[in-house]
């Protein structure tokens, strides 16, 4: 795969992330006093941890119903937003994003909990350190960061579960990564076949696979919103966090890479300030789509932004769906 090298081996990208941090740009301004979420639901998944566990604690101070999408972390992940947030409004649904029945499951069930849905934050990624196989033969880190997001999407779509109705138009916000930038092109060929692949290659298929979740957002924006926008679609980098991303990386590195996290990376109380931007902020409403890079607006990659090959991303996504027997 032809990559622009910044990415593609685990010291490039913590070089490039940390170097990112020092980079001058254009801060949009916080929050303000009235961005608050009274009344609304608001699903973050991969909130067991890191960013997503950071964000869920910051939108339930905000007063909203926050729906915790997790895999692990039930009940005690809760207990502590809970806490740190002082809401009684925190609830916790499994969902294990690298399983296509678990998926349609959570998605009945938040239609039976809560009815609609006023913001969805896909937040959960993982880095693996090696290809394995999901139950349905796809390989688990394209399924987790890309095709898991495609299809809980489309299922939320298909079965009406955004607030259309309220006073604010409802919000999907993507966490990505800058290292969307990185592939110089679509690997068409290699779409949804399991390769095996060890660490060396990891830090390359996250970029690609984050190109793959920014093309898919920013066509998602694109259907929605063509006579009038209906629903904003929001995407970001949250730049590097100190999170357990590395959790798969060799024992041997991690003591060093604990070290280089706390030293340079944001924490994720700091790294969550755009996702809880882009979920409360009342300067982005009415918007169809917008990008951040910390707090920082950006274009996407030109290859990510990109409508021939968003819209053969979305096809082909839904063939190797409907592939696996599952039904949008
Ligand atoms: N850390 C960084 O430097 C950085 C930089 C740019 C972008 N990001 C993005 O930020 C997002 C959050 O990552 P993080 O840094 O906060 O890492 P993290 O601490 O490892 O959190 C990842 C979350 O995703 C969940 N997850 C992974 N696989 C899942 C699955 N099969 N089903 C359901 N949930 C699953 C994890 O659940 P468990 O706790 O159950 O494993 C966890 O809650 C990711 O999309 C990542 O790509 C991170």
Redesign the pocket.
């Known amino acids: 795969m032809e990559s622009n090298k910044n990415f593609n081996s685990p010291l490039k990208a913590t070089l490039t992330?940390i170097s990112s941090l020092f980079k001058k740009g254009e801060r949009i301004e916080a929050l303000s006093e009235n961005d608050r979420l009274e009344g609304k639901k608001v699903i973050i998944?991969?909130?067991?941890?890191?960013?997503?566990l950071a964000s869920a604690k910051q939108i339930a101070k905000l007063g909203a119903e926050v729906i915790m999408a997790?895999?692990?972390?039930i009940p005690e992940k809760g207990l502590e937003v809970e806490k740190a947030s002082g809401s009684d409004k925190v609830r916790m649904n499994y969902?294990?994003?690298?399983e296509f029945e678990s998926i349609k499951k959570f998605v009945t069930e938040i239609k039976e909990q809560y009815g609609k849905i006023d913001v969805i934050i896909c937040?959960?990624?993982?880095v693996a350190s090696k290809a394995r196989k999901t139950n349905s033969g796809l390989e688990e880190m394209f399924m987790?960061?890309y095709l898991s997001t495609y299809y809980l999407i489309r299922l939320m779509l298909e079965q009406k579960l955004f607030n259309e109705e309220g006073l604010t138009l409802p919000r999907i916000v993507i966490?990505n990564?800058e290292s969307h930038r990185d592939p110089k092109a679509f690997n068409w060929d290699a779409f949804g076949k399991f390769e095996p692949y060890t660490m060396a290659k990891t830090v390359q298929l996250y970029g690609y696979y984050k190109l793959l979740l920014a093309s898919f957002a920013r066509e998602l924006s694109r259907r929605l919103n063509q006579e009038r926008v209906g629903l904003s679609v929001f995407a970001l980098?949250?730049?590097?966090?100190n999170?357990?991303?590395a959790?798969e990386a060799p024992s041997i590195f991690k003591p060093l890479l604990s070290l280089v996290f706390g030293i340079f990376?944001s924490s994720?109380l700091k790294a969550s300030e755009p996702v809880v931007y882009f979920a409360s902020s009342k300067e982005v409403e009415g918007k169809d789509f917008d990008y951040l890079f910390l707090m920082q607006r950006k274009e996407l990659a030109e290859l990510a932004d990109d409508e021939v090959n968003a819209k053969k991303l979305w096809k082909i996504s839904e063939e190797l769906i409907k592939k696996q027997g599952v039904q949008i």
């Open positions: 992330g998944t991969g909130s067991s941890s890191g960013l997503g997790v895999r692990s972390g969902v294990d994003l690298s937040n959960a990624g993982m987790v960061n966490v990564s980098c949250p730049g590097p966090v999170s357990n991303i959790r990376f994720p």
